[in-house]
């Protein structure tokens, strides 16, 4: 049995970045920069106005109210550009603002004094205007030039909408890993609405780990469940392998029952196994190993939480390393209560961080934390991590806690909730 920081390091040492491909930007969502996107227009591409009103020529010095104008000219959004006088330009929100102008004072300030067939052609100001007021300039948001996204970014829906304004159609991503999930098992019953016989259950770490493969940034390839038999545990394998799986995720069969029969079945196919149990709770009979051709292997625990442990700090570390990402930055907070743990074992509990009246954040370690129980994981919106030393985490003492998967923040909630 390894510490879980010797474990980490194996794991890392068998990843490296994958390589980057070029996707269409619509296509693009949730993947992974594979460089810095560097601005080649300014965002906004012209000076334009704020307001819908009437565009001046300030040059620096402030109208009083009362003022009076001719309105020499219009510029509604879509307009070419053109050049303003001495007077004033009747002007649209988004409009090119005429060349020469630079303020712009709202339609609501201004009193029309004369009309030409239903356009204004004189007004007076009835407040005062400062200069450059209600303009929106050239390269305010973004300068050509600019580095706007760095390598590593994840190409959200915010991302994309900045991309697209300022004319970027094709990206370069980092490939996607591509990802196997096996659940072992005879007791397994894989549809949901099938009716259990005695002694069977239903393969909930399945979809659990298939949606947390995906929201970690992983192709899924091939899922499926396989009894307890050797031959059939290898054609599977072999199905995961043919699709393309870089990474293989299976649950159940990596202890030390008669039936825990994975770890033999990898070495007779010529598996390297780098690590069979971790000083870990829930999850210590995990197993890791890499497949002849490079796929890497890991073997689960089958008990819920025990399997959910494994994808969040054994996969996704190895996730981040493929799709070229630094090492997480988790938060450090104080626990609100006692914690006891498993003397020598790193103990991975769920837990919900809260905001308290003050806007202080803590973290409440749930009840329940058997690795069986599904409701705790329903109601955690954090992991805490407490390290292997002792068996006593005292109230107040800061522990590491980390979101539910490595693209997900914490999401907070008040102490009432």
């Known amino acids: 049995m390894i510490a879980y920081s010797e474990a980490l390091q194996h794991l890392l040492e068998a990843a490296s970045a994958l390589p980057a491909e070029r996707l269409r930007l619509h296509d693009a969502g949730g993947r992974t920069l594979a460089s810095d996107i560097i601005s080649a227009q300014s965002l906004p591409p012209f000076d334009n106005s704020a307001m819908d009103g009437f565009a001046l020529r300030a040059d620096g010095t402030a109208f009083a109210s009362g003022t009076g104008f001719a309105v020499q000219g219009w510029q509604a959004a879509g307009d070419d550009g053109t050049v303003g006088g001495e007077g004033a330009w009747e002007i649209m929100t988004g409009a090119r603002m005429p060349?020469?102008?630079?303020?712009?004072?709202?339609?609501?300030?201004?009193e029309i004094l004369q009309r030409h067939e239903g356009r204004p052609t004189r007004i007076a100001l009835r407040a005062d205007v400062s200069p450059g007021q209600h303009v929106r300039l050239r390269g305010q948001d973004v300068s050509e030039g600019e580095r706007v996204l760095r390598a590593g970014d994840v190409l959200d829906v915010n991302a994309r909408t900045l991309l697209h304004a300022i004319g970027v159609g094709e990206v370069a991503v980092v490939a996607r890993p591509k990802a196997a999930v096996i659940a072992t098992g005879k007791e397994l019953v894989t549809e949901a609405e099938q009716s259990l016989q005695s002694g069977q259950i239903r393969d909930s770490n399945r979809p659990y780990l298939v949606g947390r493969l995906q929201a970690a940034g992983a192709e899924v390839v091939w899922q499926g469940t396989v009894g307890d038999e050797v031959a059939a545990f290898n054609a599977v394998l072999d199905q995961a392998l043919d699709a393309g799986a870089q990474l293989l995720i299976s649950t159940g069969a990596v202890s030390a029952g008669r039936y825990d029969f994975v770890p033999d079945a990898l070495r007779e196919r010529g598996a390297r196994i780098i690590f069979h149990k971790v000083a870990i709770r829930p999850g210590k009979p995990l197993l890791f190993a890499v497949l002849p051709g490079g796929a890497l292997y890991f073997g689960l625990p089958g008990n819920p939480v025990s399997?959910?442990?494994?994808?969040?700090?054994?996969?996704?570390?190895?996730?981040?390393?493929?799709?070229?990402?630094?090492?997480?930055?988790?938060?450090?907070?104080?626990?609100?209560?006692?914690?006891?743990?498993?003397?020598?074992l790193r103990f991975h509990a769920r837990a919900r961080v809260e905001v308290d009246a003050q806007g202080r954040l803590s973290a409440r370690v749930l009840s329940g934390q058997e690795s069986f129980r599904l409701m705790s994981m329903l109601r955690a919106n954090a992991w805490v991590v407490l390290e292997a030393e002792g068996n006593l985490a005292a109230a107040g003492t800061y522990v590491r806690v980390q979101g539910w998967g490595h693209h997900e923040p914490v999401q907070l909630v008040s102490e009432e909730s």
């Open 99 to 110: 060349t020469g102008l630079d303020t712009v004072v709202p339609v609501e300030q201004v």
């Open 307 to 344: 399997a959910a442990v494994g994808q969040r700090f054994f996969v996704e570390p190895v996730l981040r390393r493929l799709l070229g990402l630094a090492p997480e930055t988790p938060l450090q907070l104080p626990l609100q209560a006692d914690v006891r743990k498993p003397e020598g």
